[in-house]
C-alpha cells in the first residue's frame, strides 16, 4: 500500500472512529434536555463544521 493510501485509509479510520464515539455519546443522553446533550456531543466528537452535523442523516 502507498503512503498516500496510508494517509487516507488512517484519515477514514479516524473519521469513523469519531462517529462513533458521537454515537457512544448519544446514547448516554436522556430523553430530557436530549438535544443540549446531542448538541454537546457532536461539538465535542464531530466539532462545530462537520459535514455530518449538517446532513439529515443525523438530524
Request: charge should be negative; aromatic fraction near 6%.
Amino acid at each position: 500500500m502507498s503512503q498516500d493510501h496510508k494517509s487516507i485509509a488512517s484519515s477514514e479510520s479516524q473519521r469513523w472512529d469519531a462517529v462513533d464515539a458521537w454515537f457512544e455519546c448519544i446514547t448516554q443522553c436522556s430523553v430530557d434536555g436530549a438535544d443540549d446533550c446531542i448538541s454537546s456531543c457532536v461539538r465535542t466528537h464531530l466539532g462545530e463544521e462537520q459535514e455530518l452535523w449538517q446532513s439529515s442523516l443525523c438530524m
